[in-house]
């Protein structure tokens, strides 16, 4: 099983990034897939969520500025943010979830500075 996740970098703020995840070694279109966020000395917070029916979830701190979706014909989760703040700043990470099964990608680093 792999989760892995692209796209971080460094933006300024009120701009935009699109992380991805690629998922090999399950079945992608029935899992849930979720991705969270992290910053040093922190719990891992969860931003958003996709069912595999495509409804979605979002923290209330990014509605309105993220977007979740998923390609099951390629087996991979996107995460489009808009109008960064530097409060977004966090390694990212994908994961993937259905009844107990629960897997985890490796982070990719949003920074938002100017």
């Known amino acids: 099983v792999q989760l892995q996740a692209s796209g971080g970098g460094l933006v300024q703020p009120g701009g935009s990034l699109r992380l991805s995840c690629a998922a090999s070694g399950f079945t992608f279109s029935i899992f849930v897939m979720a991705w969270h966020r992290q910053t040093p000395g922190k719990q891992r917070e969860l931003v958003a969520t996709?069912?595999?029916?495509?409804?979605?979830n979002y923290a209330d701190s990014v509605k309105g500025r993220f977007t979740i979706s998923r390609d099951n014909a390629k087996n991979t989760v996107y995460l489009q943010m808009n109008s960064l703040k530097p409060e977004d700043t966090a390694v990212y990470y994908c994961?993937?979830?259905?009844?107990?099964?629960?897997?985890w990608g490796q982070g990719t680093q949003v920074t938002v500075s100017s």
């Open positions: 996709i069912t595999s029916t495509g409804n979605t």
């Open positions: 994961n993937a979830l259905r009844g107990m099964t629960n897997y």
